[in-house]
């Protein structure tokens, strides 16, 4: 019986462990989501039918300018501030100038920019398989792989 004690927490943990690996997951995974209204275009990077969104790009339909969303820049940044940031693509870094404004949701200081349509950075994205931005001290690379982005190029650029 001494040694029932011995092994039984480890059955035991086998066992519950064993289940848990069968359960499904019920996290969803982020994705590229391209929606067009009247007026405005959106490619937003998020988990669908929720507020989880780790960028997005998006314009007035015909405006010829697109803005570079991060609701989740850095929590170092000052809001409602002018701040500098970095998206790199391969190995090409690009400084942009944001406008900050404090993510009450998060904590977080979210960052935008706006961009003309034919920036060389739309260019390298749309050949990319992904790109990181460095916000602050906050560093997150997304994946471009599917992501469609020459779709909300296309309703950007000005008739």
């Excluded at 086998?14 to 275009?41: F, M, S, V």
């Excluded at 100038?97 to 920036?119: F, H, P, R, V, Y």
């Amino acid at each position: 019986m001494n040694w029932l004690r011995r092994i039984f927490p480890a059955l035991l943990g086998a066992t519950i462990l064993g289940i848990w690996a069968l359960t499904p997951a019920h996290a969803q995974e982020r994705e590229w989501l391209l929606d067009a209204a009247d007026e405005d275009a959106f490619l937003v990077f998020g988990v669908p039918e929720t507020d989880d969104v780790g960028v997005s790009f998006w314009c007035k339909i015909g405006s010829g300018k697109v803005k570079l969303f991060f609701p989740e820049g850095s929590a170092d940044l000052k809001a409602d501030a002018s701040a500098d940031f970095t998206v790199t693509v391969g190995e090409k870094a690009h400084v942009l100038k944001g406008t900050t404004t404090e993510n009450a949701m998060t904590g977080a200081t979210s960052i935008e920019t706006e961009l003309q349509i034919d920036d060389p950075l739309f260019r390298e994205l749309e050949l990319a398989d992904r790109f990181a931005a460095k916000i602050g001290s906050h560093e997150t690379t997304y994946p471009l792989v599917d992501a469609g982005l020459g779709s909300l190029f296309k309703l950007c650029r000005t008739k």
